[in-house]
């Protein structure tokens, strides 16, 4: 079975600094998707950028971008110039290829912006 | 563009007691999950429907929760009796039906059991 794993409990960062929120996963399939979502205190999850497993260049979405190592099933969100409006939980998420099959998620991390 | 609605946000019951929660999804969303997330934890997949059919529900506890998908739009999930480990929160979204698709998320309604 599919098991997403995220190290990092929480992680604090300066505000306007770079921050990186580290995920694994563990699968034998060769395609796949891969997903980070932020939740604020609103609890309302946001898809904050996506990975497909067949493409080798890395995902950006403005001041998010990943690091995605298919071979070591490494999945790393950078968060560039950070803002107050980060602060969040964020959850790495893995899809297999299967069209019947559900997202996996990780238990999240747990990110504070420092003023 | 209208979100994924939730209703109630809040709900505090006893246990051995029933409760409904209501989603109403995206106009147009083939697919619906309702997820469930204990406090520290990620999201867990409960139930999740294509149009009003069920496409995954291995991990209902089918003994006390139950789901529906009228027409295939509105959705409910049930819970009767409530035990005090379902206190969480439960998240519905919808999606077009893509595999890598962005899901639409609601606010979830926080239950706790006491």
């Known amino acids: 079975a599919q098991t997403v794993t995220q190290s990092q409990p929480e992680m604090s960062v300066q505000e306007a600094e770079t921050v990186t929120l580290s995920c694994t996963y563990d699968t034998s399939e060769s395609d796949y998707y891969l997903f980070w979502y932020k939740q604020p205190p609103s609890r309302q999850m946001i898809l904050v950028i996506r990975q497909e497993a067949y493409k080798q260049q890395n995902a950006t979405e403005n001041r998010f971008s990943v690091n995605f190592q298919k071979a070591a099933k490494s999945f790393s969100l950078k968060i560039s110039d950070s803002q107050l409006g980060d602060a969040a939980m964020y959850f790495c998420a893995y899809r297999s290829g299967d069209r019947d099959d559900k997202i996996i998620f990780g238990k999240g991390t747990r990110l504070h912006i420092l003023p | 563009e209208a979100g994924v609605a939730q209703s109630p946000r809040y709900k505090i019951i006893e246990k051995r007691q029933s409760v409904a929660f209501w989603c109403n999804p995206i106009?147009?969303?083939?697919?619906l999950y309702w997820y469930q997330q204990i406090l520290g934890q990620g999201p867990k997949l409960l139930i999740q429907?294509?149009?009003?059919?069920?496409?995954?529900d291995s991990q209902l506890p089918k003994d006390r929760f139950s789901a529906e998908r009228l027409k295939g739009v509105d959705s409910t999930l049930k819970i009767q009796p409530a035990k005090l480990e379902d206190s969480a929160v439960y998240l519905c979204a919808s999606g077009l039906g893509y595999l890598n698709e962005k899901l639409f998320f609601g606010s979830g309604t926080q239950l706790s059991v006491l």
């Open positions: 106009s147009g969303h083939a697919t």
């Open positions: 429907f294509q149009n009003n059919g069920v496409v995954d």
